[in-house]
């Protein structure tokens, strides 16, 4: 992050200390691919500029999302070129307050069947976009309104359990 922060935006000093603003969507929307690529970010540069440019152009709306269900917001975030299930669930439980999200990636995938295999009935460890849904669906049915807390304590508990030896 401080790469591309300090590529893209001046820094500002705050109590001694320096600091890069985050750029506008603007900024980041003109910017060359090029430009993008030199903050570290490889093949994503070209996402993150359109993305940059649906923040620009309203066709992303935070309010809008921050004040509509989980479902609605996840459509609107899933038009988002290089945006899948994962980063989805990952920004609206992480920045727009929808607590039902759980991000599932393959480390989840490996926590929930070790811990809740039967509960769940994984027997995989990848899953399609349709199974995506269907275990969404099961884990907030298990864990309620507040899965993403769950998410959140069970990926800690694994991390800590493993000395972060899995990642």
């Known amino acids: 992050m401080k ?4 590529n893209l935006e001046k820094k500002v000093e705050f109590d001694d200390k320096e600091f890069y603003l985050f ?3 603007k900024k980041i929307a ?3 691919i090029q430009e993008i690529q030199n903050c570290g970010v490889g093949y994503r540069a070209k996402f993150i500029i359109d993305a940059a440019k649906m923040v620009e152009s309203e066709q992303i709306d935070f309010e809008y999302m921050k004040k509509s269900n989980y479902q609605d917001a996840k459509k609107v975030i899933l038009t988002t070129p ?4 994962k980063v989805a669930d990952c920004i609206l439980l992480f920045s727009l307050d929808k607590l039902e999200a759980f991000p599932l ?3 989840m995938i490996r926590i929930l069947g070790k811990y809740y295999l039967e509960k769940f009935e994984l027997r995989t ?10 275990l969404h669906e099961k884990i907030v049915n298990y864990f309620g309104p507040y899965a993403g807390y769950a998410q959140q ?3 800690k508990m694994e991390r800590e359990n ?6």
């Open 82 to 85: 290089g945006i899948g299930n």
């Open 30 to 32: 003109d910017a060359s």
């Open 3 to 6: 790469i591309f922060l300090s």
């Open 153 to 155: 304590f069970l990926f």
């Open 125 to 134: 460890k990848s899953i399609t976009e349709k199974q995506y849904d269907i």
């Open 105 to 107: 990636d393959r480390w």
């Open 162 to 167: 493993y000395q972060k030896k899995w990642l």
């Open 23 to 25: 750029p506008e969507p």
